[in-house]
């Protein structure tokens, strides 16, 4: 290699971006209805409630999602653990909710 390429290469490592050092680890690829079947089973669907926001939200590509009793029934979840749950996530800073009068809530995740 020339001193020229050897330089060249050298000014490329140097300016080339640092890569994030602090990378959060995270779950990839959990099948949501066995998500729901563990929630059941542990006594854990307030924590399934948060798992499916945040699995809906992917899914649509947005940060607000219309949360219904429907799409929750079908993993054992009522509409009292949902309202719970809700709740819980909006105390705690993770969601912000909007409760609308005879409508299913609309739930935004906070980053």
Same mark, same amino acid.
């Given at each position: ?21 602090? +990378?959060?680890?995270? @779950?990839? *690829?959990?099948? %949501?209805?066995?998500?729901?079947? #563990?929630?059941?089973? $542990?006594?854990?669907? /307030? ?29 054992? +979840?009522?509409?009292? @653990?949902? *309202?719970?749950? %809700?709740?819980?996530?909006?105390? #705690?800073?993770?969601? $912000?909710?909007?409760? /609308? ?11």
């Amino acid at each position: 290699m020339s001193c020229w390429a050897k330089q060249r290469l050298a000014e490329l490592h140097a300016a080339a971006p640092a890569k994030p050092k602090n +990378i959060q680890p995270y @779950v990839r *690829r959990v099948p %949501l209805h066995r998500a729901g079947r #563990a929630a059941a089973a $542990t006594g854990s669907q /307030r924590m399934f409630v948060w798992l499916w926001l945040l699995y809906e939200t992917w899914r649509q590509q947005t940060q607000a999602v219309v949360v219904s009793n429907k799409a929750l029934q079908k993993f054992g +979840i009522g509409r009292e @653990v949902k *309202r719970q749950a %809700l709740r819980q996530l909006e105390a #705690a800073g993770l969601i $912000t909710v909007e409760w /609308r009068a005879n409508k299913n809530p609309v739930a935004s995740v906070n980053e």
